[in-house]
Nanobody, 123 residues
Framework: QVQLVESGGGLVQAGGSLRLSCTAS?????MGWFRQIPGREREFVAA????????AYTDSVKGRFTISGDNAKGTIYLQMNSLKPEDTAVYYC???????????????????WGKGTLVTVSS
């Protein structure tokens, strides 16, 4: 079984920061983050592949969120700065067999999912 374990969610004030972590020993997979904002469908947030050599972000988080990885630890991170109330969501760690799957323009997706960690941003 593929196991993705994310952590780091919590309650923060608008303008604050959080760092999410996801541990998964999937060296050949594209890794990333999705989120589900209340009342919306799950959406792509960020992806990383090739030991950090390639990254992608959804427009709404560019300049505020940074995805990174630690190969030795088998962990990826999502550093979230300048958080806004609209960032409130359950954030899911995800793994995909291909970069194209996770970053598809019309329907980005993944093959494996973590259980999610809740991020709440208060105003």
């Amino acid at each position: 079984q593929v196991q993705l374990v994310e952590s780091g969610g919590g309650l923060v004030q608008a303008g604050g920061s959080l760092r999410l972590s996801c541990t998964a020993s999937l060296s050949r997979f594209t890794m990333g983050w999705f989120r589900q904002i209340p009342g919306r469908e799950r959406e792509f947030v960020a992806a990383i592949h090739g030991g950090g050599g390639r990254t992608a972000y959804t427009d709404s988080v560019k300049g505020r969120f940074t995805i990174s990885g630690d190969n030795a630890k088998g962990t990826i991170y999502l550093q979230m700065n300048s958080l806004k109330p609209e960032d409130t969501a359950v954030y899911y760690c995800a793994a995909a067999r291909s970069w194209a799957t996770m970053t598809a323009l019309q329907a980005p997706s993944a093959d494996y999912w973590g259980k999610g960690t809740l991020v709440t941003v208060s105003s």
